[in-house]
T-cell receptor, first 114, second 117 residues
């Protein structure tokens, strides 16, 4: 049981480049999330999805886009990378409708924009 | 707007001692929940414990317990009999709104706990 899988684990981008961070879960979870964690800080919600075809903005969505065409996958797209997007990105999922169920996190993607 | 405050940037504790990590929150919602996560140096986020605003008892999970004081808006994590493997960053997070919802979490800045042998 792989859980939440994020790829790549590390990436260096140049300013202005684009890339997609991949996130896949094999637990048939309805809810998926993307967070960023800046050095010495807590996580901040970028986007989330309550099911295939449904996404919504979190606290810090600017500069990012998401899509959810299947239950399993929730990719995060950076269109024009900026140094302010240097961060560790976490994808998470949780099973159902009840908000007491914890989110399961992937291992993170460490992204540097130079 | 909801807010989580963790006022202890770092804590140092002797092995086998109990430790309390502070978390205060601000919300105008009557229905909310509080989570604690552990982040070891390897970077993954590990769920520890959950407390709902309507739960009558303080949550416990093994060596972890939550000292929930609703009137003071605090949800402190208590780790009993600390172990070297407890050394990590600890994050308090809150979800607001009805229990059947998207669970958009707001995280505190974290407390770095170091257990000394």
């Amino acid at each position: 049981n792989a859980g939440v899988t994020q790829t790549p684990k590390f990436r260096i981008l140049k300013i202005g480049q684009s890339m997609t961070l991949q996130c896949a879960q094999d637990m048939n979870h309805n809810y998926m999330y993307w967070y960023r964690q800046d050095p010495g800080m807590g996580l901040k919600l970028i986007y989330y999805s309550v099911g295939a075809g449904i996404t919504d903005k979190g606290e810090v969505p600017n500069g990012y886009n998401v899509s959810r065409s299947t239950t399993e996958d929730f990719p995060l797209r950076l269109e024009l990378a900026a140094p302010s997007q240097t961060s560790v990105y976490f994808c998470a999922s949780r099973p159902g409708h009840y908000s007491n169920q914890p989110q399961h996190f992937g291992d993170g993607t460490r992204l540097s924009i130079l | 707007a909801q807010k989580i405050t963790q006022t202890q940037p770092g804590m140092f504790v002797q092995e086998k001692e109990a430790v309390t990590l502070d978390c205060t929150y601000d919300t105008s919602d009557q229905s909310y929940g509080l989570f604690w996560y552990k982040q070891p140096s390897s970077g993954e986020m590990i769920f520890l414990i959950y407390q709902g605003s309507y739960d009558e008892q303080n949550a416990t999970e093994g060596r972890y317990s939550l000292n929930f004081q609703k009137a003071r808006k605090s949800a402190n994590l208590v780790i009993s009999a600390s172990q070297l493997g407890d050394s990590a960053m600890y994050f308090c997070a809150m979800r607001e709104g009805r229990i059947q919802g998207a669970q958009k979490l707001v995280f505190g800045q974290g407390t770095r706990l170091t257990i000394n042998p």
